[in-house]
DNA sequence: GATGAATGAGGATTCATTCAT
DNA sequence: CATGAATGAATCCTCATTCAT
């Protein structure tokens, strides 16, 4: 409490500035503990450094959460945020094909997770698993459950309506789940770790994986045998899509 | 090599199983390191369970590795080997179609690396790149670069021998990639908290991804159009798409 | 300046505790730390103890010395302060034959050094010396060098005014420096494990040495004037010395 | 024990060689140990380092010596082999003045002690003193008395024969220890942390002590014969000096 | 005897957490 | 509320010592 709070005038609007400060403290430690927990992991990042970037003293920081353990909890709560209410809706009223909807789907997804500080959740997430079944379990039930019926109701609305031919609904929903994924731990991992210009272009790279997610590999677009296996019938294979092509 | 080596009976034995047991102490000592890496990160593992997970105890750990930090470059660099050479050579001189040879090479990767414990080291390296950046360029340059220039020439030979219909060759690789990463994600992250049954089957998994990969999700086998974009022009996409189908 | 330091009553007190504590910190680790070292050795030193000494925990110690051995180095800083200045100055306005001087250096280094803890650190430098080749060679030149020099003036001023005989200058400074530290080193080693009773007396040691060194143990010669003391009975002495001569 | 000792001829050969190392053991081990113990301080070596220095395994020491304390003690005693009985006599039958006696102990004290590896005892005593009580007072009394005793029998002498005027005795004998104490210090402590060529020279360095504590740093005396040496021409010296006298 | 692999108590250092100010 | 000095449990690492070979 300084002397400046003796003095008129100025007192109110330094006043007002504190007290949002001090509103926004809790956002500011959990932005800082979301950056540095990416960036090195629950265990190796330091309160002392997450008070310090967020600019309050290390004290400060436990005025506001419990423990460290806390702080983390609080860092993903924070940042799973339940957008999938918002999404359903929009998708629920979407116009056009199903496949424009997944590449629609992709697109907003980098551009409102992906490319923001909250794509860090799912490495933190990854990475710090199995040392917090809690949170892990409450994640799971927030964020990739409804994620995945997001996807699969997508991914229906497109049999429903003829335009995918789906063998397996489960487990396609992964097809769309899986790049995503991808490209958040390229973001935040081995992908920032190589020079400039080596790193992924992820509109590029979302383009590809829906062009092929959509489009399929094949030129002769009767679809692969989905049977087919490797081996023993290796030979068998061999004859059989040679006479194919 | 002493005498007492040819003194037959159990002389022979025991000292046999000393040898044998100090050589054998590096490797139990990073298959116990992987394993605590894996699940519990770099910073949260503690030297002395790796040594009482090898059965041994905390000062033999570092009579074989310098420190903790070394401990984990040797793990990074045990789990690495240049399978890729081998590899290389049996693409080389597949018999078959491009298809084949890609679900092939995503059935061979599950069994010889998916499924085994080497699996975890790309979670390792994925949650801890960012400590460890010297290592991390040792990865780069030893899996993932190999692992890049392994699949790019598989889909080279599709588009040579006609087989496939790529557009953009170089991102096209992370369609292989990138489902491979999840699965192993899965396997040692967030998959690894989950009720046993929901748990992805990697065989099942690995199916789907192939054949949408291969088959693509549309039933017109006519290409997604690859140039269709969301945003700004949303509207004029729908009608174009909605005629379209 | 927070505005309860205004307010009058314990606040205030007890605030000027707790800081006047934390500035005395650092200089009752050193002494506590000097006590020590001197005592045990550097390596036989813990950390914990010299904590303890000082009244703090272990980790106090560490927020205000790095490592041990910057603690080490601290207390070597702290010990050799440049006294050499003002005592330079002292003598270059000395009154008196440079008998006296002599006399007085050691007596005056007795009380100003020898005879306080400062004197721990010849000790401690003479035992650690080769483990701490950097902070040697400090020593070396902040306070060996100046101590050379300035006994080599008060020869030389004796030579200068025939006073004194000396043959090799280079190396009659080591009859001046040679007991003071064989009487440091008897003081706080083997002489501290002496029964009370046989352990050298200082003044009387010091009278001793002076007395042989400025007389010579020779019968054809004019002895020098062995009582003679500087302070305070110095008039005294002369009568009875004046005397006998 | 390995198959040579089979091989007819050689054998004997090896194991003289092997016995004859093998009695040499504790000697080589000591040697190492004074080594390390002067240049490090008995808490800073390693038993390790000794045991490789003297070329045998850390095992090995342990089987010499019960402990690390042990080997400390074994090697103090070994170093203080009382040569004083023999220098007793050397000395009960001294021909000559007690000057050429005293420039003569300190000379073969140089020679026989302070110039070889037995000098770091010195060292290592004043430096551990403290740490090592009981060792300590056997040093006390096999080597500080002792050698006290030795030099205020010279002193006696020299008074008994009117040859030194000597007021404090008891503290006298300090004029001549002190300087060799030094000398010893120098060797071992920051001497040995000193450019090549500002070393102390050690002859020069006794001459010199040994000059001003015969002969004073008055003028008005008669100077000692500062081109006095011990030997070869002893008995010259001897003759001049007595005529002197 | 000799070896050196193994041990584990001990010590330096870190860092989450507390609390007096 | 905010601070940051203080704490001490936790952890990495060392090294004297043991013991099976």
Request: glycine letters at 6%; charged letters at 25%; proline letters at 4%.
């Amino acid at each position: 409490m300084s002397l400046s709070k003796l003095i008129p005038g100025k007192t109110e609007e330094v006043q007002a500035k504190r007290e949002r400060r001090k509103e926004a403290r809790p956002g500011e430690l959990l932005d800082a503990a979301l950056d540095l927990f990416v960036e090195k992991g629950f265990a190796a990042t330091r309160v002392e450094e997450v008070a310090a970037r967020a600019g309050v003293s290390k004290g400060t920081l436990f005025l506001y959460f419990q423990s460290k353990e806390e702080l983390f909890k609080a860092v993903v709560r924070e940042n799973i945020s339940g957008r999938f209410a918002e999404w359903n809706e929009e998708f629920e009223t979407f116009q056009g094909t199903s496949a424009e909807m997944l590449r629609y789907c992709m697109t907003v997804w980098w551009e409102r997770v992906g490319a923001t500080k909250a794509s860090g959740i799912t490495k933190l997430m990854i990475s710090e698993a199995k040392n917090f079944p809690e949170i892990t379990a409450f994640y799971q039930q927030e964020v990739i459950d409804p994620g995945q019926r997001l996807i699969r109701r997508i991914l229906e609305r497109g049999v429903e309506r003829g335009e995918f031919r789906i063998v397996d609904l489960d487990y396609a929903v992964y097809s769309v789940i899986a790049p995503m994924v991808f490209l958040v731990m390229s973001k935040h991992s081995l992908g920032a770790c190589v020079p400039q210009g080596k790193a992924l272009l992820p509109e590029r790279y979302i383009a590809s994986q829906v062009d092929i997610m959509l489009g399929g590999l094949l030129t002769n677009t009767t679809p692969a045998d989905p049977t087919a296996t490797i081996s023993p019938d290796n030979a068998a294979n061999n004859k059989k899509n040679g006479a194919r092509n």
